[in-house]
């Protein structure tokens, strides 16, 4: 893709979806990759029942997610030291650099749109292996 903003509006359907530094698949969805997109990026996760991230943080940019069904926890923090819990119709905003780690401790599929302001899908992820023991297992 060009660094030049596209010109047309377009239209996906999330079919396919990409393994994620973070340990989850999402579904390819509106990034430079797919449409050219300059400064966003917008995909969905579907979290299975016990699934889990690696702890990580986005080094340069926010994340926005819409919960649209099931529930999540998130541990956060420069230690993980906080505990946030997420269910359907939440909106939970990530400041750029705020390590995080999402588990999905319910007995349901989660399920959530994520926006961030990076448009690529996985530029500046940065995995944090020496936070991932401190969350139970």
């Not at 400041?95 to 448009?119: K, S």
């Not at 996985?122 to 297992?137: C, F, G, I, T």
């Amino acid at each position: 893709m060009s660094d030049e903003m596209p010109k047309t509006c377009q239209k996906l359907r999330p079919k396919s979806t990409y393994a994620g530094k973070q340990g989850f698949n999402y579904f390819a969805g509106v990034a430079r990759e797919t449409t050219g997109a300059q400064g966003i990026c917008m995909h969905m996760l579907r979290i299975p029942p016990g699934g889990r991230a690696k702890a990580h943080l986005h080094e340069s940019h926010e994340t926005a997610i819409y919960v649209l069904e099931g529930s999540a926890i998130m541990y956060w923090g420069d230690q993980l030291e906080h505990l946030m819990e997420t269910n359907a119709g939440d909106m939970i905003y990530i400041p750029a650099g705020v390590p995080h780690l999402p588990i999905n401790t319910g007995t349901v599929e989660a399920v959530a749109v994520i926006a961030r302001t990076d448009p690529h899908e996985q530029e500046s992820v940065k995995l944090l292996p020496d936070l991932d023991n401190l969350v139970p297992q």
